[in-house]
């Protein structure tokens, strides 16, 4: 099994970034996906998981603000993130499954001015 995200980087506050997740090693259309990120200090939080049939959920720090969708053929997870913030600052990290699930490497996010 492997994951790796991509796509983060430094953004001012109120612009956007799309994230995605790469993977490989198992059956990506029949599996649940979740973005989860760490902030320095900070526990690591769920932000939003896809489910099969099209069907998201989303933390309420995030709803609104953050789209989660995927790809199946290409077995890639994404993760538009629009009116970002200071607070969204985080290492970003995709996992099959839920927050247990294999987490592979996380992309940086930095929201200042």
């Known amino acids: 099994v492997q994951l790796q995200a991509s796509g983060g980087g430094l953004v001012q506050p109120g612009g956007s970034l799309r994230l995605s997740c790469t993977t490989s090693?198992?059956?990506?259309?029949?599996?649940?996906m979740s973005w989860l990120r760490q902030a320095p200090g900070k526990p690591l939080e769920l932000l939003s998981t896809s489910y099969t049939g099209d069907i998201a959920t989303y933390a309420d720090s995030v709803k609104g603000r953050f789209t989660i969708s995927r790809d199946d053929a290409r077995s890639t997870l994404y993760l538009v993130m629009n009116s970002l913030k200071p607070e969204d600052t985080a290492v970003y990290y995709c996992?099959?499954?839920?927050?247990?699930?294999?987490r592979g490497q996380g992309t940086q996010v930095t929201v200042s001015s």
């Open positions: 090693g198992f059956p990506f259309s029949k599996s649940a």
């Open positions: 996992s099959k499954g839920g927050p247990n699930g294999h």
